[in-house]
């Protein structure tokens, strides 16, 4: 989740202002609306922490509307401004996990996707849109550039989402070598 981070913020130190609305990999995206998806990420992860530890019911979202809403009021925001958020929000991610009792990361809390995980879920799912995230910015960073371990586990999660997903004889044949044409796949993240 660190080097993830670190990555991602990074890369997104090296754009200049102006660069912040050209865009991604994400259709529809500039780089503006990933960076204040990757702010509003870190504190609805953050309030999962809080679930975990506290009890507390505290979803990742009110509704798939507040997601939306977030992403496109911060995508307006200035460039320096949006450094600023996702910097501090990261630091702020760092320390609720520091500071998450040893016993809480067993305690279940439910995804923005309604998944009940336990808490240490939270660090995958950190790691997984950091880097990813990173690589969707095109701004010099691709999954060569991740750590082969990390590659393998992302090609894992999204096999996993795309063969439960109803892809799964389609994931199957091509991973296994019975055809080589890649099934087509609509986006997991």
Not at 92 to 113: F, R
Not at 165 to 186: N, S
């Amino acid at each position: 989740m660190d080097d993830g981070t670190g990555r991602f913020l990074a890369a997104v130190n090296a754009l200049p202002d102006s660069g912040f609305g050209a865009p991604t990999a994400l259709p529809g995206w500039t780089r503006a609306h990933l960076v204040a998806h990757v702010h509003h990420n870190a504190e609805a992860l953050m309030r999962l922490l809080h679930w975990a530890r506290t009890g507390e019911r505290t979803p990742m979202y009110a509704s798939a509307g507040q997601r939306r809403a977030e992403i496109e009021e911060g995508a307006l925001l200035p460039a320096p401004r949006l450094r600023t958020l996702v910097h501090d929000s990261a630091v702020e991610l760092a320390s609720a996990v520091d500071g998450l009792p040893d016993g809480a990361w067993d305690n279940e809390v439910v995804t923005a996707q309604g998944r009940t995980v336990p808490a240490r879920e939270v660090l995958w799912m950190r790691t997984r849109e950091v880097a990813v995230h990173a690589v969707d910015l095109e701004a010099g960073t691709g999954f060569a550039d991740l750590p082969a371990g990390l590659n393998a586990a992302l090609a894992a999660d999204a096999a996993r989402k795309h063969a439960n997903g109803g892809d799964g004889a389609a994931v199957a044949a091509w991973l296994t070598g019975r055809t080589a044409e890649a099934p087509r796949l609509g986006p997991w993240l």
